[in-house]
């Protein structure tokens, strides 16, 4: 069995970034380590190119397992944006803080190798292995602020949570293959749709894989590690944690629901739907009461999550139409995000930068110290409440058609949460956006001086959301030629 | 003079001002002066086009669309960006633009605390371009989109530069504003779905006549929803007193003039031709509500002692009339709305306009501590004030006048199966609004017995209070001669309209 090597050319590239990255730190010394982020940029970039090349073909090596198409590439290519913003942002937080740079960005782009494995995976054990590559790093990189107490506590939190998930989504898959007698995802679909009358201990090993990524992409009620964990890690870590492990876990999630449980639709979607109606509005309603900024976008990020959920509750057995449709409308909304919520941590970093101002009232005022931080910070904030012209709207839009297209009771109730969660998540962004411009700063609040790799990484991203808001086909275009569930 | 199929320059007039925003904010910020005359420029070369446009325009097929542009936009969702002008869209906007323009003029001189024209400015313009969109978008989502976008500047509006009570009423603005708009949202995606989810175009879906009754029924409420709140009508009007009494005098000024519009214009525009038998459904219910804001807009004006609220209360009223004529869906009552709408946005904007400048002047807008004898101590102020007071209350020959009685003259004779099945409602309606009208009359004569009549209070009699200054004469002027052109001219307005209502009215049976 030969390898196809173009199909992995962007794993590879990004191995090697990583142990050039590792072996780099270990020979630069002092302020040489800054260096490290440079190279990992220029690996980055090199496989942005390698993955671009693979975009209108159809790859599939290791027997199957690992595929490359349309949706792979969408996945990546998004994967490896986050990366390059995150390593933009996360710059001079970490070159100035001189703690671990080589060790964070050999983890950073670890993390991301199994990011961009997930959404190639066409089989458990793979899924299983990009999973674990994408979490284990991530224990760590929480953990890297080793003498902050909360720093120490987050990364216990996510790293006992992180296992005991990663054991429940195992269990189920081994059981998975103890009924299928395959690991393949196409393969398990196909047993599944030939097995008429299924054994309720299977659809509880399903339930238990789904509940797995429950925890991956912290759906309500398997959600409670974020917060805290959010709050302690580093912040360029959790801008990572928020987004980029995150999609990793809808990637994986996508995978296992609408190709190897496709038939089984009708189980896990209304279970995944109410999910996603718990999720947005839990986390909404709870982001309500935050008074520090991290944990106000650490809830909102679960509300997020919930929205992203929806499509996954309206799909069913059989119907490829709408199931491409409903995980079209989940890929827009984790591209939207990770703009959005990438750029809405860069500006926290560079708030926290000068004496690690981060809770709401620290933000009175920014519209004068920092003005592009704070149009750029309202920009974010509107765009990840659904207001318009950003990208955040279609983001709303797409997941709202989707469930409206199923025209089923389920999902037309499921629109109608979308549409209030939305009204009551605007109120929080904009209590953000209005303590930033219509309070008074305190007394000698310094002004903000984020530097240029962050100030243009962070006008950059608004840039893109504003654009993207006013022309979403730039991303449909690509997003809308995927077929992972077309059968 | 611009020739009528070029739809560039309708988009050039719609995106100056957002270009203008940008350019304002990429000025460095103590630039004062420099920023507050930027905005002139540029709300001055959108006037500009747009002045083109109305001469390009072909009156004679005021019923076709003019200038019109079609291209692809988003193919995933079949959306296409249509802008087009005819006779309906066409005096609102000018409108959007004059005042404008007449706003930056304004803010030249008078900006409330915390100053920072550069932002005020670029938030003004950044309106003017939503604003100016909505009236020209001829495809539901680039409608929704403009739509959407004078929320966030108008809540900025309001938030930064309002009074003290600014954080409740941007936030109630906002999210009521929002709430209803996501109804709206709705109802357009179900008439998609219903038309075959091919087009959004609004002219298209008009002709086509879509889905049964009941689904015209339910997708209307969601349209009703969103207009509604906007318009506003009773009982969806509360968010509007809140906002007005707190809102710096442009915001007022634009909010009254222009913003409230909108939910008319999209009554008239989308809900009457698209879903004719909703609407048809829906007009006792849009009658009832629009005479119940009349009277119930009145007796709050007779109740209130803040000049700004008494205006905002009175905008409630108004509406109701041009709610009235809409409900009456005949050719009369349309054109009377549309007429109201631009006589109310005239009259009120003036209306604001003078508040504002009351309050510089007095530092206070209750009408207890002002206190009588404007006549006297700031006699041409006070001059305008009545004039522009009266043209509200509706008198004869300024341009409040014939959009009421016209209303009311149309709500006689509503369209045939509503005078069949309504038509002692109906007649009530018309009486109901006469009474209105009379209080109306009422309570602007007392205000202005109240402030302009009498000696000076003692706090006021020896200082020194400036009469109406150069920059307010040049703002001011325009909109007391169109009152004036309106009342005596009415064919101004009518005449513009009348093909375009005409052909509206086709979709209505």
Redesign the interface.
């Known amino acids: 069995m030969s390898i196809d090597y173009a199909a992995i050319a962007p794993e590879i590239a990004l191995t090697i970034t990583a142990i050039v990255v590792l072996l780099a730190d270990l020979f630069l010394k002092g302020d040489g380590k800054r260096l490290v982020n440079p190279i990992a940029t220029v690996g980055t970039i090199v496989t942005i190119v390698l993955t671009a090349a693979l975009w209108g073909e159809t790859r599939s090596t290791f027997g199957g397992m690992f595929v490359v198409d349309a949706y792979a590439v969408v996945f990546k290519m998004m994967f490896l944006l986050t990366l390059g913003a995150i390593l933009a942002v996360g710059y001079r937080y970490f070159a100035e803080g001189r703690f671990f740079q080589g060790e964070y960005y050999f983890l950073l782009l670890v993390s991301f190798l199994g990011m961009i494995v997930m959404p190639s995976a066409r089989d458990l054990v793979v899924l299983f292995v990009a999973i674990e590559t994408v979490s284990i790093p991530a224990f760590v990189m929480a953990g890297l602020r080793k003498r902050d107490l909360y720093s120490s506590e987050a990364a216990i939190k996510f790293f006992l949570i992180g296992v005991l998930s990663v054991a429940i989504s195992l269990f189920g898959m081994s059981m998975i293959y103890g009924f299928t007698g395959t690991t393949s995802l196409t393969g398990i679909a196909d047993v599944l749709r030939s097995t008429s009358n299924p054994e309720p201990l299977l659809l509880g090993s399903l339930l238990l894989v789904i509940v797995g990524f429950g925890f991956k992409v912290s759906a309500v009620p398997f959600h409670f590690w974020a917060p805290d964990t959010y709050a302690g890690s580093p912040l360029p870590v959790t801008a990572m944690l928020a987004v980029a492990s995150k999609a990793a876990g809808f990637a994986g999630l996508l995978a296992v629901t609408f190709i190897a449980f496709e038939p089984y639709a009708s189980i896990w979607a209304p279970a995944l739907g109410v999910l996603a109606v718990l999720t947005m509005t839990i986390g909404n309603l709870t982001a309500l009461q935050q008074r520090d900024i991290v944990r106000l976008l650490a809830y909102s990020s679960i509300g997020q999550a919930g929205y992203m959920l929806v499509p996954f509750g309206i799909a069913q057995a059989g119907n490829a139409t709408l199931n491409t449709q409903a995980i079209e409308s989940v890929l827009f909304y984790l591209i939207a995000y990770a703009i959005m919520n990438v750029g809405a941590f860069g500006v926290v970093i560079a708030v926290y930068r000068k004496g690690g101002d981060r809770s709401l009232n620290d933000y009175a005022g920014l519209?004068y110290r920092s003005?592009i931080m704070a149009?750029a910070m309202t920009g974010f904030l509107?765009s990840l409440g659904g207001?318009?012209?950003m990208v955040g709207?279609w983001a709303k839009w797409f997941v709202?058609?989707a469930s409206?297209?199923a025209a089923t009771t389920f999902g037309y109730a499921l629109?109608i949460f979308v549409?209030l969660n939305?009204?009551i998540a605007?109120?929080y962004y904009?209590?953000v956006a209005?303590i930033m411009?219509?309070r008074e700063p305190r007394e000698g609040a310094p002004a903000l001086t984020p530097g240029f790799i962050l100030a243009s990484a962070v006008t950059v991203l608004m840039l893109v959301s504003l654009v993207l808001g006013l022309?979403?086909?730039i991303v449909?275009?690509y997003s809308?030629a995927i077929e992972i569930a077309a059968r | 003079m611009i020739s009528n199929d070029a739809g560039w320059a309708i988009a050039l007039a719609v995106f100056l001002p957002a270009l203008g925003a940008i350019v304002l904010s990429l000025m460095p910020s103590h630039k004062d002066t420099e920023a507050r005359w930027t905005a002139v420029l540029f709300s001055g070369a959108a006037l500009l086009v747009a002045t083109g446009i109305l001469a390009g325009f072909d009156f004679g097929a005021s019923d076709q669309l003019q200038f019109e542009t079609n291209v692809a936009w988003i193919d995933a969702i079949s959306a296409r960006y249509h802008t087009g002008i005819d006779g309906i869209s066409m005096p609102l906007f000018y409108l959007t633009f004059l005042l404008t323009f007449l706003c930056a003029i304004y803010t030249t001189k008078h900006l409330p605390d915390p100053g920072k024209p550069k932002a005020f400015l670029a938030l003004m313009l950044l309106l003017e371009t939503g604003m100016a969109g909505t009236f020209i978008a001829f495809d539901l989502v680039l409608f929704f989109i403009f739509w959407e976008l004078v929320l966030v500047p108008m809540y900025f509006m309001i938030g930064m530069w309002g009074g003290p009570r600014r954080e409740y009423a941007s936030v109630k603005f906002f999210l009521y504003t929002l709430f209803g708009s996501v109804f709206m949202l709705v109802a357009f995606l179900a008439v998609y779905f219903q038309s075959g989810g091919q087009t959004w175009d609004i002219m298209e879906l008009s002709a086509m006549g879509i889905g049964s009754r009941t689904f015209q029924i339910w997708a209307f409420l969601g349209i009703f929803l969103g207009f509604a709140i906007k318009v506003p009508m009773w009982p969806f009007h509360t968010w509007l007193p809140d906002a007005h009494t707190e809102a710096p005098t442009v915001g007022s000024v634009l909010l009254a003039g222009i913003l409230l519009k909108m939910g008319t214009y999209g009554f008239i525009r989308i809900g009457l031709p698209i879903l004719p038998e909703g609407a048809e459904a829906f007009a006792p219910i849009l009658g009832v509500l629009g005479v119940i804001g009349i009277i119930y807009g009145s007796l709050c004006c007779l109740a209130q002692t803040h000049v700004k609220r008494l205006i905002a209360f009175s905008s409630v009223g108004h509406m109701g009339f041009v709610m009235l004529g809409i409900a009456a869906l005949n050719e009369r009552g349309i054109q009377a709305a549309l007429y109201g709408n631009i006589a109310h946005g005239v009259v009120t904007g003036l209306l604001f306009f003078l508040a504002g400048s009351l309050h510089e002047r007095y530092h206070t807008l209750e009408i207890d501590e002002i206190g009588g004898g404007m006549l006297v101590k700031i006699p041409k102020y006070g001059v305008l004030f009545t004039y522009t007071a009266v043209a509200s209350l509706g008198l004869p020959g300024l341009a409040g006048f014939w959009g009421e009685f016209t209303a009311m003259w149309a709500a006689i004779f509503p369209a045939e199966n509503l005078e069949a099945n309504y038509g002692g409602l109906y007649l009530a309606l018309v009486i109901g609004a006469g009474i209105g009208t009379l209080l109306t009359a009422g309570y602007f004569l007392w205000l202005l017995q109240r402030v302009n009549l009498g000696r000076p209070a003692p706090q006021w009699a020896d200082k020194r209070l400036d009469d109406v200054m150069a920059i307010e004469w040049v703002s001011w002027l325009p909109l007391a001669f169109i009152i004036l052109l309106m009342g005596v001219y009415p064919r101004i307005i009518f005449g513009v309209q009348d093909a375009a209502v005409a052909r509206l009215v086709t979709f209505l049976n």
């Open positions: 519209g003005p149009i509107l207001a318009v012209p709207f709202f058609v409206v297209q629109a549409v939305a009204v605007m109120f904009l209590r209005w411009w219509m022309l979403p086909g449909t275009q809308s």
